[in-house]
């Protein structure tokens, strides 16, 4: 970042798609485009040879594709990468989230034409997030053949509830799916507790995200439907446009009731149905992300005897959301991701096993 101006380079394999982003980008005084390339190789070459803050990548191109191209970069020469997509065919929504995992910080849904009713919704978001992202720390990522082991491996920190467990719910935002993915690895299927989750994405991504955790964690992974009775060891994705939350007689509840904090499925809404229904016996999680939906209620959550954790920021991608709570006095631990499954099974098979005794 030179002058302060964000440098930023373009990859997109069509012309048209890419002259509109670099328009786009460049119509906000803090961006400079520094660069507009048509192949993942391309990408990975300038990145080697320059240095922009941030990458704002496309998946399918020729030579290398999106995730090839991000692998590399980060195995190389690490920075910020932003992948930037149409979400138009399915087959996308897999290598999105490979992608993530292979360390870009965050998805976003390519703006459509100016003329659509999206568009001003769509670039903002984009322009927004291509400048919180330039100043994200990353990491080298180690080149691997395997998959990453599971965060249950760790050592589990000593931690007790004081209440037996009946429901987790887990709030994140921005660099969380690669964080909720290794928490629920670290998770068995005997798991004694449901898991809800608000994890803030753009439209279309969740069904392919369920998928990939489904088929990365090894656990039944759902779009929270209305009125299901949450079982044990399986997980509740609060679905698109949707408030998600816990009723008095157990049973997961959706409302399309206002945004909260600017946002619908919110996690301040799941949270809160938690502290009310559940009181100690619940577990709320809040994760990387900007913002602070859900800090004030994960401290409400507290206040009614649960235990509540929160990511810490070395490992956090931005500390907004979990930060907020620490700052309020809503954390009973703060951890860092790679601990937090460990934690989870520590705390609700702990309870869960003496409440059987």
């Not at 599971?150 to 931690?159: D, E, G, I």
């Not at 004081?162 to 709030?171: D, T």
């Not at 992300?289 to 401290?299: C, V």
């Not at 206040?303 to 979990?322: L, P, R, Y």
Request: glycine share 10%; proline share 6%.
């Amino acid at each position: 970042m030179t002058d302060g101006k964000i440098d930023v380079l373009v990859a997109e394999d069509f012309a048209v798609t890419r002259m509109f982003l670099v328009r786009l980008l460049e119509s906000d005084p803090q961006i400079r485009v520094v660069g507009a390339v048509g192949d993942g190789q391309a990408a990975v070459d300038f990145v080697l040879k320059n240095r922009p803050d941030v990458v704002l990548m496309d998946l399918y191109m020729p030579k290398l594709d999106g995730f090839e191209a991000t692998r590399r970069i980060m195995e190389t020469r690490p920075l910020p990468i932003v992948i930037c997509s149409a979400v138009a065919d399915p087959r996308e929504l897999d290598i999105i989230f490979r992608s993530l995992e292979a360390g870009a910080v965050a998805c976003i849904e390519k703006p459509v034409g100016s003329g659509h009713a999206q568009f001003e919704t769509n670039a903002a978001n984009l322009l927004q997030t291509v400048k919180l992202m330039s100043e994200v720390k990353v990491v080298r990522r180690l080149a691997r053949s395997g998959p990453a082991p599971a965060a249950a491996a760790r050592p589990a920190p000593s931690l007790r509830a004081p209440a037996e467990i009946k429901l987790v719910g887990i709030g994140t935002s921005t660099g969380g799916p690669p964080v909720l993915q290794s928490i629920l690895a670290g998770l068995s299927k005997d798991f004694p507790a449901p898991v809800l989750v608000v994890q803030h994405i753009a439209r279309g991504f969740l069904t392919g995200m369920a998928d990939w955790l489904r088929q990365t964690s090894g656990l039944q992974v759902h779009i929270g439907s209305y009125g299901t009775l949450p079982l044990p060891g399986h997980v509740y994705l609060a679905p698109d446009d949707f408030h998600m939350g816990i009723g008095a007689s157990g049973q997961i509840v959706l409302t399309r009731e206002g945004p909260e904090n600017g946002l619908r499925p919110a996690v301040s809404f799941l949270f809160r149905s938690l502290a009310e229904a559940y009181g100690p016996n619940a577990l709320g999680v809040l994760l990387t992300g900007m913002g602070k939906d859900g800090a004030a209620e994960l401290k409400l959550m507290r206040d009614k005897g649960a235990i509540t954790i929160a990511q810490d920021s070395e490992s956090s991608v931005v500390h907004g959301m979990a930060g907020a709570a620490i700052a309020l006095g809503g954390v009973t631990h703060v951890l860092p991701a790679d601990k937090i499954a460990a934690a989870l099974v520590s705390l609700v098979n702990n309870r869960s096993n003496k409440a059987r005794n």
